[in-house]
C-alpha cells in the first residue's frame, strides 16, 4: 500500500520553493495556502489535502504520485511466533497474556457478582 510521505513532501516544497527563490508567502499566494501552512508542509507537520497538493504541484512543478512511498508492513504477527522470538520476547509475551486472562476473570466475576446482585434487589 502506498501512502504520501511527509518527508518527501517537506523535501520536495522546500527545494523547489528555495529554488525558484520564492518566499513561504508567495508560494501561499500562488497556491492559495497560508504561508503557515506551507511551514508546516516543510516542517512535517501538516499533510495537505488532495487540492492543496495538487496546487502545490501545478505551481512547483512535481508529480503528486512522487511524493507517495510503500507503507512498511507490520511486524506484530511475527511477535506472536514464540520462533522469532528471543527469550525476553517470550517472558514478556507471557507476562502480557497472563494479565490478559487475569483481567478478563476479573471482568467475568464482576459480570457474575452484578447479576447476582441485581436477581437479590
Known amino acids: 500500500m502506498r501512502i504520501l510521505s511527509a518527508v518527501k513532501l517537506s523535501k520536495t516544497v522546500s527545494g523547489l520553493r528555495n529554488t525558484m527563490n520564492l518566499t513561504q508567502a508567495e508560494l501561499g499566494e ?26 502545490l504541484a501545478d505551481v512547483l512543478g512535481f508529480e503528486i504520485t512522487d511524493m507517495f512511498v510503500e507503507k512498511e508492513q ?23 497474556l497472563g494479565m490478559m486472562f487475569a483481567l478478563r476473570q476479573q ?9 447476582e446482585s441485581e436477581n437479590q434487589a
Open 74 to 96: 507490520s511486524q506484530s504477527f511475527i511477535a506472536l511466533r514464540s520462533e522469532s522470538m528471543n527469550e525476553v520476547e517470550k517472558k514478556g509475551v507471557d507476562t502480557l
Open 30 to 55: 500562488r497556491t492559495g495556502l497560508h504561508r503557515i501552512m506551507i511551514g508546516r508542509i516543510e516542517r512535517e507537520d501538516f499533510t495537505p489535502s488532495i487540492a492543496q497538493l495538487q496546487a
Open 107 to 115: 471482568i467475568l466475576l464482576r459480570r457474575k457478582f452484578e447479576h
